[in-house]
């Protein structure tokens, strides 16, 4: 099992930028999966943020999001990262990644396909 680690959250004006990473814990490697970002706010159900394919050749991002959310992955550093810049308090939520084999959850842009999830990182966005 791949025990995923989110970090980079935290409290963050409204207009500001955070840069949130994803790696493992477990000694796994990342470079042979799909990873994805997610983000749940209180009362809400689980939204599609972005993917990743294994090279980082493919990306997928959130319609609604495409020009402030940017999902990048460095192999040297075993990580996936999300730039989120421009934040809105609309952004506040439990970000967490999600990493598989199966390419359908980058396909779709659901939370499909993915094997692993990570306990989730805090954003908070004040106005």
């Known amino acids: 099992q791949v025990q995923l680690v989110e970090s980079g959250g935290g409290l963050v004006q409204a207009g500001g930028s955070l840069s949130l990473s994803c790696t493992t814990s477990?000694?796994?490697?990342?470079?042979?999966?799909?990873v994805g970002w997610f983000r749940q706010a209180p009362g809400k159900e689980r939204e599609f943020v972005a993917a990743?394919?294994?090279?980082?050749?493919?990306?997928k991002v959130n319609i609604a999001n495409q020009d402030r959310f940017v999902i990048s992955r460095d192999h040297a550093k075993n990580s996936v990262s999300l730039q989120i810049n421009d934040l809105i308090p609309e952004d506040t939520a439990i970000y967490s990644c999600?990493?598989?084999?199966?390419?359908?959850?980058?396909?779709?842009?659901?939370?499909?396909?993915?094997?692993?999830w990570g306990q989730g990182t805090q954003v908070t966005v004040s106005s």
């Open positions: 990743i394919n294994p090279s980082g050749s493919e990306t």
């Open positions: 999600a990493a598989g084999i199966s390419s359908i959850g980058l396909l779709t842009a659901q939370d499909m396909g993915y094997d692993d």
């Open positions: 477990s000694g796994h490697t990342l470079s042979r999966n799909f």
